[in-house]
């Protein structure tokens, strides 16, 4: 500890001449004298027992040694300077900039109506909102937050944090039941019109349960539909069967415009995550945010 402490300083002082390209700049920046900063990255060349620099009349020079001190300590005083930051504008409204990337369907129905309750309770905090079922990179896409269905890589640069996890049925309207008649069992539902989620012509089977645990039935889908408000919708017109999650059909198995089929209660389908780079300070604009995805998911949990 006490090496770590000793060297604050001349770490400071190295970061700067680094980036500065001389001393004689360095010491402008952090407003002391030549010789003092030349003195801080002496000491702590010492205290390591390596050289950091090589000097000239001219320029200075990274060592292979002062190469990897560098990068760790650029990244370490950037960590301080987030946490002081986060620290100072914990005392203040969140405000600034959040960039959101939602599933569409899911996006639109469930996390959307929180969003625009924080926009209107915290006028400085700035959404950018992005509806797409296609998984953006956080990294390159410059996303802050994202929302995901379905199982997560194993990818140690992002922080996930669980929400829950999706629940689906087969359903059907009674129209369409009265018109085609009640598969009796799984094997029955090749005989019917069947309502298919898909993108880029990939179909993702139904677990569905058949007596003995879950099995996965590949559909032969009469409509291919990459939109889940469509896919509901189809499914209300009475144009066939369809393996629809909880929170879309809900409301209408509720007002009895669908009707389960095959199943007494949904199954478990699809794990629901929050997601954002890791290793970074979480400053309030966003935290405002996953406090509140996670207080609304316990919430429908609830309730469910």
Same mark, same amino acid.
């Given at each position: 500890m006490n090496l770590i402490a000793g060297s604050l300083g001349g770490a400071l002082a190295f970061v700067e001449a680094v980036d500065a390209g001389s001393f004689t700049a360095a010491a402008a920046r952090l407003r002391?004298?030549?010789? /003092? +900063?030349?003195?801080?990255? %002496?000491?702590?060349?010492?205290? &390591?027992?390596? *050289?950091? #620099?090589?000097?000239?009349?001219?320029?200075?020079?990274?060592?292979?040694?002062?190469?990897?001190?560098?990068?760790?300590?650029?990244?370490?005083?950037?960590?301080?300077?987030?946490?002081q930051d986060v620290i100072a504008a914990g005392r203040q409204a969140p405000a600034g900039v959040v960039r959101l990337a939602l599933p569409l369907a899911f996006g639109r129905r469930w996390v959307a109506p929180v969003l625009f309750g924080l926009?209107?309770?915290?006028?400085?905090?700035?959404?950018?909102?992005?509806?797409?079922?296609?998984?953006?990179?956080?990294?390159?896409?410059?996303?802050?937050? /994202? +929302?995901?269905?379905?199982? %997560?890589?194993?990818?140690?640069? &992002?922080?996930? *944090?669980? #929400?829950?996890?999706?629940?689906?049925?087969?359903c059907a309207s009674p129209?369409?039941?009265?018109?085609?008649?009640t598969p009796a069992d799984i094997q029955g539902l090749a005989q019917h019109a069947l309502l298919v989620y898909a993108r880029r012509d990939f179909i993702n089977p139904w677990p569905l349960p058949d007596g003995n645990g879950t099995m996965l039935y590949q559909p032969q889908a009469r409509l291919m539909i990459g939109?889940?408000?469509?896919?509901?919708q189809a499914a209300v017109a009475g144009c066939g069967i369809a393996f629809l999650p909880d929170w879309l059909a809900g409301n209408n198995l509720r007002r009895g415009e669908l009707v389960p089929v095959l199943m007494s209660s949904a199954v478990d389908t699809a794990p629901i995550h929050l997601l954002w780079s890791a290793g970074?300070?979480?400053?309030?604009?966003?935290?405002?945010?996953?406090?509140?995805?996670?207080?609304?998911?316990?919430?429908?949990?609830?309730?469910?």
């Open positions: 002391l004298t030549k010789s /003092a +900063v030349g003195r801080k990255v %002496l000491q702590l060349e010492q205290r &390591l027992g390596v *050289r950091l #620099l090589n000097r000239t009349t001219r320029r200075l020079s990274l060592t292979a040694d002062g190469e990897i001190y560098y990068e760790a300590c650029r990244r370490a005083l950037a960590g301080l300077s987030e946490a926009a209107k309770d915290h006028p400085a905090l700035r959404l950018e909102i992005g509806f797409d079922d296609h998984r953006a990179d956080l990294v390159d896409d410059g996303i802050d937050l /994202a +929302v995901r269905l379905g199982p %997560l890589a194993d990818n140690a640069s &992002l922080t996930a *944090r669980r #929400l829950g996890t999706q629940r689906s049925l087969l129209a369409y039941l009265a018109t085609a008649g939109d889940g408000d469509a896919l509901l970074r300070v979480v400053p309030p604009r966003m935290r405002v945010i996953i406090d509140a995805l996670v207080a609304h998911a316990a919430l429908l949990h609830e309730r469910s």
